[in-house]
T-cell receptor
Framework: DSGVTQTPKHLITATGQRVTLRCSPR?????VYWYQQSLDQGLQFLIQ???????AKGNILERFSAQQFPDLHSELNLSSLELGDSALYFC?????????????FGPGTRLTVT | DQQVKQNSPSLSVQEGRISILNCDYT??????FLWYKKYPAEGPTFLIS?????DKNEDGRFTVFLNKSAKHLSLHIVPSQPGDSAVYFC?????????????FGTGTRLKVLA
């Protein structure tokens, strides 16, 4: 158990809909990272927050947005969903704000768009 | 354009023998490299890392080798154990770039045969 929790575990929704994925980092970790893993693909970095502020941005679509709240949990919002958005979404956390920090991953949320 | 490639999608090795997983990258500016292991239905877990100022780093049965001129890193597992059966991802980053993002490979599925 990494100490990072993600809810829900599974999500099935229709095209055009909007969903919110939630992540609670390990106690004491200030950074939260979001990743997308599509079928047979590596992990694609989406976005990082550090202590409530956006720290780095990767290949995140404009239809996607995220935020980190004062209690340090984070939410990833996916809107106008398309079939291609079906993937595993992982959240990770680390103590510091740099990518050389060891990241602890949650178990992921599997999103299926039908 | 894949900046990080793991050209072997799968690898089978007998228990007790050496497992060698390979990773190639394209950008010589990358200067920090990591390996993660992922079991089914779990998030990735950090395994070992190496900075570009080194060419080898060991942690128990796991050794990572870095060949900067060839832009190649490898993970050696000796001796391999059935519990090592998992998907292994390499990741690269350039902490000095300010963009602070990981780029992951697509993974190699290792199966250690008892």
């Amino acid at each position: 158990d990494s100490g990072v929790t993600q809810t829900p575990k599974h999500l099935i929704t229709a095209t055009g809909q909007r969903v919110t994925l939630r992540c609670s980092p390990r106690s004491g970790d200030l950074s939260v990272y979001w990743y997308q893993q599509s079928l047979d693909q590596g992990l694609q970095f989406l976005i990082q927050y550090y202590n409530g502020e956006e720290r780095a941005k990767g290949n995140i679509l404009e239809r996607f947005s995220a935020q980190q709240f004062p209690d340090l949990h984070s939410e990833l919002n996916l809107s106008s969903l398309e079939l291609g958005d079906s993937a595993l979404y992982f959240c990770a956390s680390s103590v510091g704000q740099g990518f050389i920090d060891e990241q602890y991953f949650g178990p992921g949320t599997r999103l299926t768009v039908t | 354009d894949q900046q990080v490639k793991q050209n072997s999608p799968s690898l089978s090795v007998q228990e007790g023998r050496i497992s060698i997983l390979n990773c190639d990258y394209t950008n010589s500016m990358f200067d920090y490299f990591l390996w993660y292991k992922k079991y089914p239905a779990e998030g990735p877990t950090f395994l070992i890392s190496i900075s570009s100022i080194k060419d080898k780093n060991e942690d128990g049965r796991f050794t990572v080798f870095l060949n900067k001129s060839a832009k190649h890193l490898s993970l050696h597992i000796v001796p391999s154990q059935p519990g090592d059966s998992a998907v292994y991802f390499c990741a690269v980053t350039h902490p000095g770039s300010g963009t602070y993002k990981y780029i992951f490979g697509t993974g190699t599925r290792l199966k250690v045969l008892a």
